[in-house]
């Protein structure tokens, strides 16, 4: 949930309708609704972990690597399975959902 001040106040003035972060009408801080934790983590972690990691210097180079080479369509999946995500967090009034995926 990005916060900035600046951010925060031009969509309040430029989107209809727009959820301040002080209304606490936001989804708390789910791993459910952030792609880099539901989708882009994983397969990252699946890619730097397949074989033993040397050392931190090799983690942080793998990690670059595989930042770096990431397929756009894994990122579009990822904003795609977000819309899903995001239907059912309203459809459940913020409740558990992860069933319905």
Request: with cysteine.
């Amino acid at each position: 949930m990005h916060r900035a001040c600046d951010t925060v106040d031009f969509l309040r003035r430029s989107t209809a309708q727009f959820i301040t972060p002080d209304m606490r009408m936001w989804p708390p801080n789910s791993t459910d609704l952030n792609a880099v934790d539901y989708k882009i983590w994983g397969v990252m972690q699946d890619r730097v972990y397949k074989t033993a990691i040397r050392d931190l210097h090799d983690l942080k180079r793998r990690l670059i690597a595989e930042r770096s080479g990431l397929q756009q369509s894994i990122v579009d999946d990822a904003v795609d399975q977000w819309r899903k995500r995001l239907h059912h967090c309203v459809e459940t009034s913020g409740r558990h959902f992860k069933h319905l995926l």
